[in-house]
Every structure is written in C-alpha cells, then in structure tokens.
C-alpha cells in the first residue's frame, strides 16, 4: 500500500505538471532522479526490466501517451439506420486501430453529455493522432470531433487490449 501512494502522486503530478505547447515532453526536467524517495528503489518494488523495456516504460514506469476527447459533433443527423451503419463502421475502425498497436484504450462515457468518449494513443506527437483519428468515419462525417492532448501515464495501460481479450467473453 505504501508503493501505491508514490504511484498515484506521479500520475497526479504527471498530468497536472506537463506542459501543453509541445507535444516532445521531457519528463526527467518535471521529475528528476533526486526527487525519487530511497524506499522506491528498483530491488524492493520487484521492478520487471524486460516488461519495462517491452511496454516503453522510463524509468518511473511511466509512458507518453496523446488522449483524444470524442465529443458530439456537429452533424449528428441521419436515419436510424444511418446511424448504425456509421456506429458499426466507427468500432470497426477502432478495433483496427487497437490490433494495429496504435489505440491503447478506448470507451465511451455513459452520461449523455457533450463528451462521447476517449481514446488513448501509443504515438508520440499530436500530428500522429490527428492522422488516425482522420481515419474514422465517426469523425469523417462530422458525427463526432476530437480534442488531442499530449498524456503522461502508466506504461501498463500498454497492455489493456492484452488483457481486455482474455476477460472478454463477447468482442464487438
């Protein structure tokens, strides 16, 4: 439990510290070595480097990300089957994006509102994820819009869509 706290603070301070004007973010000037507390050390955490090294994790177990905000667009019109056709067409184009290694996690918020959903990306500029939000007919219609934001966060969240297929008895 004492490990969990430190790990949480950095993810706060991951994402409340970055600075939005670049998308290359250097994150040893926002968290250097020394700041590290001594009992965080490698050997007592059971610290994996080839698992590291495979999720792209630095030396805070963390990984540079860019989110996507999925919000309503303006043209949310159609028929009811115009509306399906372009929703199956939507989760067909993440599930390449997801089997292609470049969409970490995505899902939709279930309130209603404005915001849609999220998408995580494994690409390192915001100029990527533009490209590949390009490529879904979601926002190609004018249905949904993106907001793109650089994101410092777990490298674990590299192996969701891992996971999410062994626990998953349905996949759409």
Same mark, same amino acid.
């Given at each position: 439990?004492?490990?969990?706290?430190?790990?949480?603070?950095?993810?706060?301070?991951?994402?409340?510290?970055?600075?939005?004007?670049?998308?290359?973010? =250097?994150? %040893? *000037?926002?968290?250097?070595? /020394?700041?590290?507390? !001594?009992?965080?050390?490698?050997?007592?955490?059971?610290? @994996?480097?080839?698992?590291?090294?495979?999720?792209?994790?630095?030396?805070?177990?963390?990984?540079?990300?860019?989110?996507?905000?999925?919000?309503?667009?303006?043209?949310? =019109?159609? %028929? *009811?089957?115009?509306?399906? /056709?372009?929703?199956? !067409?939507?989760?067909?184009?993440?599930?390449?994006?997801? @089997?292609?290694?470049?969409?970490?996690?995505?899902?939709?918020?279930?309130?209603?509102?404005?915001?849609?959903?999220?998408?995580?990306?494994?690409?390192?500029?915001?100029?990527?994820?533009?490209?590949?939000?390009?490529?879904?007919?979601?926002?190609?219609?004018?249905?949904?819009?993106?907001?793109?934001?650089?994101?410092?966060?777990?490298?674990?969240?590299?192996?969701?869509?891992?996971?999410?297929?062994?626990?998953?008895?349905?996949?759409?």
């Amino acid at each position: 439990m004492k490990y969990l706290i430190p790990f949480f603070l950095i993810c706060f301070l991951g994402s409340c510290l970055l600075d939005n004007s670049s998308d290359a973010v =250097d994150i %040893t *000037e926002k968290f250097p070595r /020394e700041s590290v507390p !001594a009992e965080t050390t490698p050997e007592i955490m059971g610290y @994996d480097s080839l698992l590291a090294a495979r999720l792209g994790a630095d030396d805070y177990g963390m990984h540079q990300y860019v989110m996507a905000f999925l919000k309503a667009g303006p043209n949310r =019109d159609g %028929t *009811e089957e115009e509306r399906a /056709e372009l929703q199956r !067409a939507h989760m067909e184009n993440i599930g390449r994006l997801a @089997d292609e290694g470049k969409l970490v996690l995505a899902g939709p918020f279930l309130d209603d509102g404005e915001l849609r959903g999220i998408y995580i990306f494994d690409v390192q500029s915001i100029e990527e994820a533009e490209a590949l939000t390009a490529t879904d007919p979601a926002i190609q219609s004018g249905s949904l819009v993106m907001e793109l934001h650089p994101w410092y966060g777990s490298a674990a969240v590299m192996q969701i869509n891992e996971i999410h297929q062994q626990i998953a008895k349905i996949n759409i």
